[in-house]
């Protein structure tokens, strides 16, 4: 008996890690690209607080924030998952609460925008320059400068 509860729990916990997983924090609204098979992040209802973008949307991969999604939004933490390989820009400009970010992917500089952090400091140069890509980067206190963990 105590097996079959045990067992009953572990399944609903992973239902509902992998129904997260799949729509990300609440609020975030999707647009089909590239002839509906992937989805990009647009501008949605999150105002606040902390943002996952996740993977998949719809069983289709995230593949983009588009321009301006978060712009002057008052978040202050963010996870791009490894699915994305785009953000353009604006996405993330004047966020100035914003004091981590967690990069699962590597972009190409080319689809990276150059203003997709605008009024954050040196957050892309960071990201781009040795010992860069992929983890997690923070600023303290609302610096300019990013420091990858």
């Known amino acids: 008996m105590k097996r079959t509860v045990f067992l009953a729990l572990a399944l609903f916990a992973l239902m509902a890690v992998g129904v997260y997983a799949q729509t990300g924090t609440p609020g975030l609204e999707f647009t089909a690209i590239n002839n509906n098979k992937e989805y990009s992040v647009a501008k949605g209802t999150v105002k606040s607080g902390v943002v996952v973008i996740p993977a998949s949307y719809n069983n289709l991969p995230v593949k983009a ?6 712009e002057g939004a008052q978040i202050f933490e963010v996870t791009i998952p490894a699915s994305v390989i785009t953000i353009g820009a604006n996405a993330f400009a004047n966020c100035l609460g914003l004091t981590s970010v967690t990069f699962g992917c590597t972009l190409p500089q080319s ?29 303290k206190g609302g610096g300019s400068t990013w420091t990858k963990k």
Do not use: E, M, P, S
Request: glycine share 20%; aromatic share 20%.
């Open 65 to 70: 924030i588009f321009q301006g999604a978060f």
């Open 111 to 139: 689809d990276f925008d150059a203003n997709a952090f605008k009024g954050l400091g040196d957050l892309r140069d960071k990201y781009f320059a040795a010992g860069g890509g992929a983890g997690t980067y923070t600023r």
